[in-house]
């Protein structure tokens, strides 16, 4: 029932989140000038819409809902499909959850502290709250989840728009100094250029999530393609704008200085209503956390229902029907990540255990070309375009490791590999004393919480 108009707001709504309002300020600090930060933004909008059209291709040859799962399953087996879902519910979902709450708590806790950072305590209390609420919305009812979504893009688009318009007035009245020189001082390394890209890629993601619901779509063959070439330029065309809005009221220096870079343009630009901005952002990351909790509550589920997960985790409520084990197992997980993490520091990670598998995923693209010729293609990209998105995902993924060379990317490719562990005793061999420890937790769980298969 999901008709193009729909399409488009999915994928503008779930990609327009904090990340334009965070990364800025990580995106310059790597490149170090406003001409190869504007550059990085527009670049990582291109790179996102050819990433998408491959995934374009494949949603359409293979219909199944459930993002990446069921493409490596296809390509390659189970044992990709499996490690995916491991690292999709331990890391890569619940850091970009935990990501999302982090920057509300920051632009929530900014008016109460004018002129100094919040103390870190109150953001991650904040953030817990935050994951809290959604967790229990989500838990209760499906509606109250999609209304709650529809209300807050909303806000979203109205926080963009004050902030391209005002913008664009100052332009006009010549506000144009921190754009002289744009290319001086600027740091240009392999490395800082990739690590620039973690940072731009992160407010695109969200980019593949069209491919969550493929079932769900009208007419795919038509809406699926159009709604990715409609929606992903539009969203880089307001990031674009939104950063040129930045530089005309702050220079380099004093937009890595500010806490929280949106709120600091508003209190330069709506003086008396400056209070609109902060209350905005955060309707604007509550829609992102929402949006995220929605879908990554669904592969939890299918991965369950696959025997790939805690047999607990496919079972839904019976008075909600709501998946709530699988959304409040994922809630925990983002509050354990909230403890230790940083913003920057959790973005990196995140950003370098997902593009290992939208490379992997874009690489399937390629081997099915040849290995599975028999399936019918509605849409057939170039294979120049995947070809250019793998090569691209390999690149991010090595420069960091080869040019700053740090153990947590060591860490996060062990865990992943861990999951092979998991894979062999559990899904593999299907190993009699797991079960016999795990019967009386789920059926205690059932009761407690009153969900069935």
């Known amino acids: 029932k999901v008709g193009l108009i729909s399409g488009i707001c999915m994928i503008v709504g779930t990609i327009i989140g904090s990340g334009i309002f965070v990364s800025p300020k990580s995106v310059l600090a790597n490149v170090g000038a406003v001409g190869p930060c504007l550059t990085i933004w527009a670049a990582c909008g291109l790179l996102a819409t050819l990433g998408a059209l491959c995934f374009a291709e494949l949603g359409t040859m293979i219909t199944k809902s459930g993002g990446e799962y069921p493409y490596l399953m296809e390509a390659f087996g189970p044992i990709p499909a499996f490690l995916f879902s491991w690292t999709s519910l331990i890391v890569t979902k619940p850091s970009s959850f935990a990501i999302i709450c982090l920057s509300f708590a920051e632009y929530a806790s900014a008016p109460f502290y004018p002129g100094c950072d919040p103390p870190q305590v109150v953001i991650k209390c904040l953030a817990a709250a935050l994951i809290v609420i959604i967790t229990i919305v989500n838990s209760l009812s499906v509606k109250l989840g999609s209304y709650l979504q529809n209300f807050l893009t909303a806000a979203k688009m109205i926080i963009v728009t004050i902030i391209i318009v005002s913008g664009i007035v100052l332009l006009a009245q010549g506000k144009t100094e921190n754009f002289q020189d744009s290319f001086k001082d600027s740091k240009i390394s392999i490395s800082s250029i990739s690590l620039a890209?973690?940072?731009?890629?992160?407010?695109?993601?969200?980019?593949?999530?069209?491919?969550?619901?493929?079932?769900?779509?009208?007419?795919?063959?038509?809406?699926?393609?159009?709604?990715?070439?409609?929606?992903?330029?539009?969203?880089t065309v307001c990031y674009v704008l939104i950063n040129i809005s930045y530089f005309t009221v702050m220079t380099s220096t004093e937009l890595?200085?500010?806490?929280?870079?949106?709120?600091?343009f508003g209190d330069r630009v709506l003086y008396p209503a400056s209070w609109i901005v902060p209350l905005f952002v955060a309707f604007s990351t509550m829609g992102s956390a929402?949006?995220?909790?929605?879908?990554?509550?669904?592969?939890?589920?299918?991965?369950?229902?696959?025997g790939h997960m805690l047999e607990v985790l496919s079972y839904i409520s019976v008075k909600r029907l709501t998946p709530a084990p699988a959304i409040i197992f994922y809630g925990a997980i983002a509050i354990i990540y909230i403890i230790?993490?940083?913003?920057?520091?959790?973005?990196?990670?995140?950003?370098?255990?997902?593009?290992?598998?939208?490379?992997?995923t874009v690489l399937a693209l390629i081997v099915m070309r040849?290995?599975?010729?028999?399936?019918?293609?509605?849409?057939?990209?170039?294979?120049?375009?995947?070809?250019?998105?793998?090569?691209?995902?390999?690149?991010?993924?090595?420069?960091?490791?080869?040019?700053?060379?740090e153990l947590p990317y060591l860490y996060c490719a062990l865990f992943i590999l861990s999951g092979l562990i998991f894979y062999a005793l559990f899904v593999h061999f299907k190993f009699k004393?797991?079960?016999?420890?795990?019967?009386?937790?789920?059926?205690?769980?059932?009761?407690l919480l009153e969900v069935v298969p």
């Open 370 to 405: 040849f290995t599975r010729k028999e399936l019918k293609r509605p849409i057939r990209i170039p294979i120049i375009i995947p070809v250019i998105v793998t090569v691209v995902s390999i690149i991010l993924v090595l420069a960091p490791i080869i040019s700053a060379p």
């Open 197 to 235: 890209f973690y940072n731009g890629l992160w407010a695109y993601d969200g980019w593949n999530q069209l491919n969550y619901i493929t079932e769900e779509l009208k007419n795919p063959y038509r809406n699926l393609p159009l709604s990715i070439i409609i929606g992903i330029p539009l969203v």
């Open 340 to 360: 230790p993490g940083d913003i920057n520091t959790l973005i990196n990670y995140f950003s370098f255990a997902v593009w290992i598998f939208y490379g992997l």
């Open 256 to 264: 890595l200085q500010s806490q929280a870079v949106a709120v600091t």
């Open 433 to 447: 004393w797991p079960q016999k420890i795990s019967k009386p937790i789920t059926m205690h769980l059932q009761m």
């Open 290 to 306: 929402n949006g995220t909790c929605f879908t990554a509550g669904r592969l939890v589920y299918v991965a369950g229902r696959e």
